[in-house]
């Protein structure tokens, strides 16, 4: 329903900053939920971000509150997550996601659609 693409990850040094970007190709007009998620190797899924359809609600992961934000222009189909003060910890694969609601969620098996992912590696 929701074709994703990610952008924007990279090699950066502990204290560095990137901004992840995803771009939405929507099937039917209207403001989906969105969410990052990462995978670090040896380790599950794990959620990172979400914002609400109209950008006004949104949520973290304790792990990343006060380094992270999330951040929509639903004009241009697209949502963004500027990461600051970036710890090697924070070494992951990240996914944008989509669902069909207009309320966040935390869980993966809510949202509906994945990109294909994109790498971040944070040195020390």
């Known amino acids: 329903q929701v074709q994703l693409v990610e952008s924007g990850g990279g090699l950066v040094q502990a204290g560095g900053s990137l901004r992840l970007s995803c771009a939405a190709s929507?099937?039917?007009?209207?403001?989906?939920?969105m969410g990052w998620f990462r995978q670090a190797p040896g380790k599950e899924r794990e959620f990172v971000a979400a914002i609400s359809g109209s950008g006004r609600t949104t949520d973290y992961a304790n792990s990343v509150k006060g380094r992270f934000t999330i951040s929509r222009d639903n004009a241009k189909n697209t949502v963004y997550l500027q990461m600051n003060s970036l710890k090697p910890e924070d070494t992951a694969i990240y996914y944008c996601a989509a669902r069909s609601s207009f309320t966040i969620a935390t869980i993966p098996r809510e949202y509906d659609s994945w990109g294909q992912g994109t790498q971040v590696t944070v040195s020390s």
């Open positions: 929507i099937r039917t007009k209207s403001s989906y939920a």
